[in-house]
């Protein structure tokens, strides 16, 4: 993805919401406020190059179904698959309250218990 479309959010927020645009173009304004070429360059680079080849187990990866920046097909288990794209955070926002403090203090990855996951 080119760093340079964070200039035009716009053109951002259509590769990552494409028809729901019109809606989450201000949400994601005021989310991706940090808009440095060099920041973004580097933090690209760090994902990327990501030298771990397997999961960590003691990290609980919450993952949207329908992220199109990094599919969920791409990413090791364990995680936890939530309804939404690689917005979650702002989409998901009462799943994540509600469920995260749970997710944590329990060290929850079988959510049977839990509402809205996958």
């Known amino acids: 993805m080119p760093t340079q479309w964070i200039e ?4 951002l927020a259509m590769f990552a919401f494409g028809k729901d645009l019109n809606r989450r173009v201000s949400l994601y304004q005021r989310y991706l406020s ?12 760090q994902l990327v190059n990501w030298d771990r080849s397997k999961a960590d187990e003691n990290v609980i990866h919450v993952h949207g ?4 920046v990094f599919p ?3 990413i090791q288990k364990p995680y936890i698959e939530i309804e939404g794209n690689h917005s979650i955070v ?5 799943w994540l309250n ?3 403090p749970k997710i ?3 060290n929850i990855i079988d959510l049977d218990n839990l509402e809205g996951s996958n």
């Open 104 to 106: 944590i203090s329990n």
């Open 72 to 74: 969920i097909k791409n």
């Open 34 to 45: 940090e808009r440095d070429h060099s920041y973004l360059d580097w933090s690209i680079d």
């Open 98 to 100: 509600k469920n995260l």
């Open 90 to 94: 702002l989409t998901q926002s009462q």
């Open 8 to 11: 035009n959010i716009e053109s």
């Open 65 to 68: 179904l329908k992220d199109s």
